[in-house]
């Protein structure tokens, strides 16, 4: 065989199986139309000159059992709709060009028992993974458990012995380069057997992790906690600022209430006919008359008229 996979091939609405492993001349993407294949339960296109990216009409294959994308030149993210494949058994992506995080959707693949995703560009943590697998490559890399001379069962993350876990970023084998795996510690807990022996991660575990797969953080709670940060600087901020310029602001305070004060103002003592604030008219302040003083002689007016 040779050419493309035409999008013609999504008519075949009554096919169950398409097989194109092993034909290197090959070529082009897998058309979108896949997907209306309803009836398919097994799709090997590997080992051939096939690019692009997985078509999301894939993940609709509700009755796929096997997928086979080993070995050819497709690339991208896998995505969270692949655990809508509820009936897949085998999955194999083996030296491809694919990268990004693992959808932490593969752990509800509850019926896949061979994953095979070695030599390519993952990152991320590794995702929880389902227990049935009895066939598995994560990495083409090989490391014994650890335990008395190199033997031992498998620590898990939540181990009181979670510092073996360490042993993981030395595996053995040949020199990583950006298309191998490099997953983040710690792996996941109750990784399923078969996968032991070639998962590992390349990051310096934290103490305490129980989990590999982080607890994505609200958008609300996010912006709350920004918010809330940003609000204590500006206060931290104006707090500084107001001690700083403390004594301006109390000379200005004082020369304020200075300008309105006894000195500024009119006395009403020598206004007699102030007013009050209604409006109406103030009795007169006698104050100021001087009163006579008992001392001083008092005339009598009878005596004048002489």
């Known amino acids: 065989m040779e050419g493309t996979l035409p999008p013609s091939s999504g008519e075949l609405d009554k096919l169950e199986g398409l097989h194109m492993k092993g034909t290197p001349s090959i070529s082009g993407t897998i058309p979108e139309e896949i997907g ?3 009836k ?3 799709l090997e296109v590997g080992r051939d000159m096939v690019s692009g990216t997985i078509p999301f009409s894939l993940y609709g294959l ?3 059992q096997e997928l086979y994308l080993k070995q050819n030149k497709m690339s991208g993210t896998i995505s969270e709709a692949i655990g809508a494949l509820k009936h897949l058994k085998k999955l194999d992506l083996t030296e491809s060009k694919f990268s990004g995080e693992l959808p932490g959707s593969i752990s509800h693949l509850r019926q896949l028992q061979q994953f095979n995703i070695e030599d390519n560009a993952w990152r991320g943590f590794l995702p929880a993974l389902p227990e049935g697998i009895h066939t598995c490559e994560i990495s083409d890399k090989r490391f014994t458990p650890p335990g008395p001379n190199g033997a031992g069962r498998w620590t898990p993350a939540s181990s009181k012995s979670y510092e073996e876990e360490q042993r993981q970023t030395v595996p053995r084998g040949a020199d990583w380069d950006d298309l191998d795996s490099k997953f983040k510690c710690p792996l996941p807990d109750n990784l399923p057997k078969a996968c032991q022996n070639t998962a590992f991660c390349v990051t310096d575990p934290v103490p305490g992790h129980a989990s590999a ?12 906690m920004t918010g809330l940060l ?5 206060m931290v901020v104006l707090g500084v600022v107001l001690f700083v310029m403390r004594k301006t602001i109390l000379r200005l305070t004082v020369t304020e ?3 309105f004060g006894p000195k500024g103002a009119k006395s009403d003592s020598f206004n007699p006919s102030t007013r009050t604030s209604s409006g109406t008219l103030k009795k007169p302040d006698s104050s100021w008359i001087s009163k006579p003083d008992p001392n001083d002689a008092v005339v009598d007016v009878n005596d004048c008229r002489d």
């Open 36 to 38: 209306l294949l309803s």
């Open 40 to 42: 398919l339960t097994t």
């Open 62 to 64: 509700v009755n796929l």
């Open 213 to 224: 797969t982080p607890k994505p953080k609200g958008k609300f709670g996010m912006g709350l």
């Open 230 to 234: 940003a609000m204590f600087g500006v």
């Open 257 to 259: 209430a200075g300008a």
